[in-house]
């Protein structure tokens, strides 16, 4: 087990939104996470990224056999958890290949390995800047600065590509790509895919899911896990509308 | 006027006797120097009470009774290009006609205490179309003494029709007994010439640094400068660039950083005299523990100086609870087709910010470290000199106690 959520009750600003989420994700696997708004799907890849606006009131996370909760964020990157941001920020000043390399090298001397120079960093990147579609001047700007939305998210996923997570979580991704963007960003998911990397996909629309395609699919809300199936089940939502899954639940309560 | 008198007592003894000495200089020196100290005896030091320096209180410097020396200022430079010609002040007014530029005209007090005082400097000369390539240093190191030492260095600069220059100031010294440094730098920017300046201010906490520049920039112009203030008991700077003749282009850039119980005032003003003139303006403020830095940018548009566009940013960066900034713009606009922007921010560093870098692996102090890099970034990424660039940045970490 890659990664282990159990009843996990998270606030935000005095509100609660995760009211006891259970969720257990292996190494190789795919997760989508879907649902309504205000269910809770951003919040819970912010709570597992250490984002400091949110705080765990109850439950526990356990990532490869660790206490994520306990973790400072550069710890849990360090780590190899990684978040794709929803609305990734905008650093003036700081050039986005400076940083990747900051970061690179950092994730490195966590693990006790030697940084890399300059040309071993280019050679790194070179590869992933072609599968993401970056052009050599989007890594010579400052991060996300002036970048259109597909561009931010195109640069999530190469940072996703360069760092090699151990567990990826892309938080709406998909928000806002046109059907190009859309595409570069998924191939560039897919061939992340692999036996010891978990990847969750928080998503609002099924139409990312035709691109990556997930192994189990699970429905949120109100802050918690109503409903899990195989990929069948996004369909499913896609054609009933999130309106069937609350009612489904107010039946069943 | 006698309590004045008795209260500025070691300043009068010390005029009298220079008075006499062969440093006194020529005719129109000794006329400039005694109208200078006379308007100093009759304003005395300025109180916060005076709208110029409201945030920033001159009582310490009043209350200490300063000795003269002798300011030790140098040229670096071994070689020097054909068509430009360094001497010492005093070389220069027995050999150049009169060097009136606009400090003369001045009022500012501790301009005037230079203007009494000061015994040497250097006078620069770039002759018409004159390219120089390398960039001429001076250094003045404020060297305390046994007991608080007044030094009073000058720069003056001619720079011919079209002839490019650039030009690098440095104020250094050590901890010690009290240092009152009154320096007055002045550039005399001919058509077409094309000016870069560096300032680099990196003297003691023990240091007060009173120093004023002026610009007067003729048709066409270009003057651009960027000014590192590292602070001192109390750093200021006050600049006045005058745009005299059309077209005239000036930017005005500078990074203040300050910690302790220091204080940075930086006081511009830019006046457009001419039209078509373009005049750029970034300060840039970091300051930590209890500082304040003062910044108050004028600029004012004359009503000749029609299409005028002047653009002016003050951001300032507290790294503690206890740093104060007050900015404030200032503008005069007599002129109707004109183009003037001005903006200010004081904040944190950027919680958002930190936080993706973190996400991202890098450990807090690292992040912080590149956010205020990026912060002071766009005012050193114009110091074209990389040596000068790269050794304020290693000044900035170690200013700030950040992780190298």
Request: hydrophobic fraction near 40%; include cysteine; glycine fraction near 8%.
């Amino acid at each position: 087990m890659l990664l282990e959520i159990t009843d996990l009750r998270v606030k935000a600003e005095d509100k609660d939104i995760l009211k006891g989420l259970t969720l257990s994700v292996n190494p190789g696997e795919v997760h989508a996470i879907m649902g309504p708004n205000g269910s809770g799907k951003s919040t819970l890849a912010r709570i597992l990224s250490g984002h400091p606006g949110y705080e765990a009131t109850g439950g526990s996370v356990t990532y490869d056999g660790k206490d994520l909760l306990d973790m400072d964020p550069e710890e849990r990157a360090c780590e190899g958890v990684f978040m794709a941001f929803q609305y990734p920020v905008e650093i003036p000043g700081v050039n986005n290949q400076y940083f990747l390399k900051a970061a690179v090298n950092a994730v490195r001397k966590y693990k006790g390995q030697e940084e890399l120079d300059a040309i071993e960093f280019i050679q790194l990147i070179k590869e992933k800047a072609r599968l993401l579609e970056m052009d050599q001047s989007m890594l010579n700007r400052a991060v996300n600065e002036g970048f259109s939305g597909g561009e931010k998210k195109r640069n999530e996923i190469f940072q996703m590509a360069v760092l090699e997570p151990k567990l990826a979580i892309l938080d709406e991704t998909d928000s806002g790509l046109d059907i190009d963007a859309l595409r570069i960003v998924a191939n560039g998911v897919n061939a992340l895919r692999s036996p010891d990397r978990a990847i969750i996909v928080v998503t609002h629309y099924q139409r990312l899911l035709d691109y990556i395609v997930p192994d189990f699919v699970h429905v949120l809300s109100g802050g918690k896990i109503v409903r899990s199936g195989g990929k069948d089940l996004a369909l499913e939502l896609e054609a009933r509308g999130y309106g069937w899954i609350d009612d489904a639940v107010g039946a069943q309560a | 006027m006698s309590q004045v008198a008795e209260r500025h007592g070691t300043f009068v003894d010390a005029f009298e006797a220079f008075r006499t000495s062969s440093g006194f200089g020529p005719e129109w020196l000794r006329t400039a120097r005694a109208a200078a100290f006379g308007r100093f005896l009759e304003q005395g030091f300025p109180t916060t009470r005076d709208e110029e320096w409201k945030f920033t209180n001159v009582a310490p410097i009043a209350q200490i009774e300063w000795q003269g020396a002798a300011a030790q200022i140098s040229v670096i430079n071994r070689d020097l290009p054909d068509g430009v010609t360094i001497s010492t002040l005093r070389e220069a007014w027995a050999t150049q006609p009169a060097l009136e530029g606009p400090s003369l005209k001045s009022d500012h007090p501790f301009v005037l205490l230079n203007t009494a005082f000061f015994e040497d400097g250097f006078f620069i000369h770039i002759a018409p179309k004159t390219v120089v390539t390398d960039p001429i240093h001076l250094v003045c190191v404020a060297e305390p003494g046994d007991a608080p030492v007044m030094i009073a260095p000058r720069i003056f600069v001619v720079v011919g029709e079209q002839a490019q220059v650039s030009i690098v100031e440095r104020y250094q010294g050590r901890d010690g007994q009290p240092v009152l440094t009154t320096a007055v730098t002045e550039f005399l920017v001919g058509p077409g010439a094309v000016v870069d300046h560096v300032k680099v201010q990196q003297e003691a906490s023990s240091t007060f640094h009173m120093a004023s520049m002026f610009v007067h920039q003729h048709r066409a112009s270009t003057f651009a400068s960027r000014a590192v203030t590292f602070g001192g008991r109390v750093a200021r700077n006050d600049i006045t660039a005058t745009l005299a003749g059309e077209g005239a282009e000036c930017t005005l850039n500078g990074l203040y950083v300050a910690d302790g119980d220091t204080l940075v005032d930086t006081h511009t003003t830019i006046d457009h005299a001419q039209p078509h003139c373009p005049s750029h303006e970034v300060y840039k403020g970091i300051l930590t523990g209890k500082a304040k830095g003062v910044f108050n940018g004028k600029i004012i548009v004359r009503p000749d100086a029609q299409k005028t566009d002047a653009k002016q940013t003050n951001k300032a960066l507290l790294l503690s609870g206890d740093a104060t900034i007050n900015t404030k713009p200032q503008l005069e606009i007599f002129a109707d087709d004109v183009k003037c922007t001005h903006g200010a921010t004081v904040g944190q560093l950027d919680d958002t910010q930190l936080f993706y870098l973190r996400a991202r692996g890098i450990a807090l102090a690292d992040a912080r470290n590149i956010l205020i890099h990026a912060f002071a970034s766009d005012v050193l990424n114009g110091i074209r000199h990389d040596a000068i660039r790269e050794e304020l940045e290693v000044a900035l970490v170690q200013k700030l106690h950040l992780p190298e």
